[in-house]
């Protein structure tokens, strides 16, 4: 394998599940955040995610005890990449945010390090030219609860490295992934151009006020056989993710219904901090929010 040592920038909802998924397969990580503070906050979900691989994966506590091992952490950039031969970014989905990191990781990374961002709407082609080397840049896209839904999107820009590319599928399967390569730049990749359009409309018929985010999930879950429904999948996305992503939307389209709905996510959960499965709460509480309740989906007498 190629790629032996990895930097993850970001311990966000995907950024830590990215970490420890990589570390599990035995690859040595290193964690980068902006500060102590949040790398702490790193190391407690950690120790929850391993739960998780125990339940989920029957993980030993050899296999946990050797990934926790591998990853270190650190909030100085330069010290992150000083031997890395790929980094991940997963930094907030904010384009400004992620051109001003990009900019600054370019005059610090080792000129082998190769770039990956696993941004969920922007384009590697509106990224490529900040990284200051777009040959070795492209994206890498996983799905929350990266262990159970193991998907791994890979896709370039116009002028990536195709061995660089090849490399990347090489690599996603190496970490337990199923690679899934893209051959030309979509926004949203697969998933989410799938996934955002249902998002989008269960948000309007809230914000129009035709329903609520549960009878809207049950309609979803009821009609369709899923296991939860879009307002349970706003919660893992994560609310900050959904108001970024929906605020750069509303700025792009100037659409009255998009302005209505940063506001509605803004005065409802971004002020008090309601930010989804991350903090406990967002448009269900956790850890039993009420769709996994035996009658949730019962005729009431």
Do not use: C
């Not at 840049?137 to 090849?166: Q, R, S």
């Not at 985010?213 to 429904?229: L, Q, V």
């Amino acid at each position: 394998m190629k790629y032996k040592n990895i930097t993850v920038a970001g311990s966000g909802v995907l950024g830590y599940q990215i970490a420890f998924q990589i570390a599990f397969q035995g690859f040595n990580v290193t964690i980068y955040d902006i500060n102590d503070e949040v790398l702490e906050k790193a190391k407690s979900k950690f120790k929850i995610i391993a739960k998780a691989f125990k339940s989920d994966l029957n993980a030993t506590q050899e296999q946990l005890d050797i990934t926790f091992k591998n990853l270190t952490y650190t909030s100085n950039l330069t010290e992150s990449v000083k031997d890395a031969d790929l980094l991940i970014e997963a930094i907030p989905e904010n384009i400004a945010i992620k051109i001003s990191f990009y900019e600054r990781l370019a005059k610090v990374a080792p000129k082998k390090t190769i770039f990956a961002t696993n941004s969920s709407t922007l384009l590697p082609s509106q990224l490529a030219d900040s990284t200051g080397r777009p040959k070795q840049f492209l994206a890498l896209h996983f799905a929350n609860n990266i262990w159970k839904h193991n998907t791994a999107e890979i896709m370039g820009h116009p002028t990536t490295d195709p061995k660089i590319f090849k490399d990347l599928i090489i690599f996603a399967k190496a970490i337990g992934m199923l690679p899934l390569p893209l051959h030309k730049e979509q926004p949203g990749y697969i998933l989410n151009s799938l996934l955002v359009p249902l998002l989008s409309a269960s948000l309007d018929l809230l914000v129009k006020e035709v329903s609520d985010p549960y009878t809207i999930d049950k309609t979803w879950m009821k009609a369709t056989g899923a296991p939860i429904g879009p307002f349970a999948i706003l919660d893992t996305v994560g609310i900050n993710t959904v108001y970024n992503i929906n605020l750069s939307s509303a700025e792009e389209t100037q659409e009255p219904l998009a302005f209505k709905t940063v506001k509605y996510l803004k005065e409802n959960f971004i002020d008090k901090n309601k930010l989804g499965i991350s903090t406990g709460e967002g448009f269900y509480k956790y850890p039993n929010p009420r769709f996994l309740d035996s009658d949730f989906l019962k005729i009431k007498p």
